[in-house]
């Protein structure tokens, strides 16, 4: 199946409506660093930036609750 303008155009309308769009920025180098770790975890980029973020967030919390408990 050809790629049209309007497949293109259905395809955007779609990922604006439904995710939200993140840039970053590395050091020059770092970023295929990054890919290729993520390659050998079998994950996408996406993937991996995304399931870094959660254990991130997640592990935040747990010692933000670690803190009160030990105030």
């Known amino acids: 199946m050809a790629y ?5 155009k259905a395809v955007q309308k779609y ?3 439904n995710y939200d769009d993140l840039r970053i920025r590395v050091k020059k180098g770092d970023g295929e660093i990054i890919k290729a770790h993520a ?9 991996f930036v995304t399931r870094a973020i959660t254990e991130t967030m997640q592990r935040d919390k ?3 609750l670690e803190s009160i408990l030990n105030d």
């Not at 049209?4 to 293109?8: C, D, E, L, R, V």
């Open 62 to 64: 747990s010692n933000d």
């Open 39 to 47: 390659a050998e975890m079998g994950e996408s980029l996406n993937a």
């Open 4 to 8: 049209t303008q309007a497949s293109n």
């Open 15 to 17: 990922n604006k409506k």
